[in-house]
């Protein structure tokens, strides 16, 4: 227990502590009979997809290595922010099984926790278009991986993040508005608005949150005459309760803030967002607030497979034995699976070079390359989602 709170600490995890039991029996057993030693490769890779997807984007990667660094074992993994698809390895480990064997549990945690958050964050991110998402959603889950889970929707392409520890570890402003609460004790929602304005430096974006009292499209206006130019933005959390047709409010808040000469304040719109309603919403908002359904999404499902046994290809039933490689056209986004001697092979659709994906990561425990900024992760996403088809 760390603090307090019902979580592992560093040293819990880096000792085993968060292994399920079998691993630690299984070392056990494999030291008594003298098996500890023996070499394996085993690869972490996707078996399954959530209903609609026909990608994911790896995240994790740098916990993953942290893990494992300092142990006898060679890692090859993908880029952080590699898209990837089903059956395409994104993680492989070599080395005395004895050595890294009880980190199955770790590794396949780490990396599916992030990459189903950077998953769904990237499908928000790709339905949007060029319009704004900002992960509003670390209430959903356990503060204790806030900083985790917002790198995690950062990299997979939220364009900010409300979280203040999160946004502190990807090196960016966290973004928000008000909560209800400032314009409840405030007792007035224009005197919440003007107090905000008035206490907040002018870097602060004026977003006025325009759902507590009145009807959507009045408190719109009463915020764009209360603060004038200095509004960036109103923003509606109406819940699905009492919602009734999103769209319908939000056209009619932007006709009336039209006609009275507010064209620059934006529409903001949170509460209850996935990629679906976002693709239904771009042309008339701004900016998505997305929570929850990024912060706890479908579950890109990993399995982590011995495929080699001191060289020799070897696996259970259903996996593909063999050290692989994976090659990418990030051209037209075509990916192929080959064995590790393979020759790379050429895009089936372009023609070009294919680009391998899994690359030394640490060699003898020992880190031999950089790691992305989580920025530089994030860049390199969006540039591989505007290859791929709409996901909504």
Do not use: N
């Amino acid at each position: 227990m760390e603090g307090g709170f019902f979580v592992a600490s560093s040293e819990e995890i880096k000792s085993g502590l968060t292994t399920d039991i079998y691993y630690l029996r299984t070392k056990e057993v494999l030291a008594k009979k003298g098996k500890v030693g023996v070499r394996v490769a085993m690869d972490a890779h996707p078996y399954s997809f959530p209903k609609g997807y026909e990608w994911a984007v790896l995240a994790g990667v740098e916990e993953a290595a942290r893990l494992l660094e300092g142990l006898k074992v060679d890692v090859y993994a993908m880029d952080e922010g590699t898209v990837f698809r089903l059956y395409e390895p994104v993680f492989r480990v070599e080395g005395p099984y004895g050595e890294f064997g009880i980190y199955e549990t770790p590794i396949l945690g780490i990396l599916r926790h992030s990459s189903s958050i950077a998953t769904r964050a990237a499908r928000c991110k790709k339905a949007a278009g060029d319009k704004v998402v900002i992960s509003f959603g670390v209430r959903a889950i356990h503060p204790a991986i806030a900083p985790m889970a917002d790198r995690a929707a950062f990299i997979g392409g939220c364009d900010a993040v409300s979280g203040v520890s999160g946004a502190k570890l990807i090196g960016e402003e966290p973004v928000g508005t008000v909560p209800h609460e400032l314009i409840i004790i405030m007792g007035d929602q224009v005197e919440a608005w003007r107090a905000f304005d008035e206490v907040m430096p002018p870097s602060v974006p004026r977003i006025a949150l325009c759902d507590t009292w009145f009807d959507e499209r009045t408190e719109a206006l009463m915020a764009a005459q209360a603060l004038g130019d200095r509004l960036f933005g109103v923003r509606f959390d109406t819940p699905r309760s009492r919602r009734g047709d999103i769209r319908r409010i939000v056209e009619e808040a932007r006709w009336t803030l039209d006609l009275h000469g507010y064209r620059h304040v934006k529409i903001v719109v949170s509460a209850g967002l996935d990629e679906y309603s976002i693709a239904e919403l771009r042309d008339v908002v701004d900016v998505f607030g997305v929570g929850t359904s990024i912060m706890s999404p479908p579950s890109i499902d990993l399995a982590f497979d011995i495929v080699e046994v001191e060289g020799k290809p070897i696996s259970k039933r259903g996996k593909m034995p063999g050290r692989k490689q994976v090659y990418r056209c990030f051209e037209c986004m075509e990916g192929a699976i080959t064995p590790l001697d393979a020759e790379a092979p050429k895009c089936p659709r372009c023609g070009r070079d294919m680009e391998p994906l899994l690359k030394p990561l640490l060699k003898q425990g020992r880190l031999v390359r950089d790691l992305p900024k989580p920025r530089e992760a994030r860049s390199y996403v969006l540039r591989q989602l505007a290859k791929l088809p709409p996901v909504a």
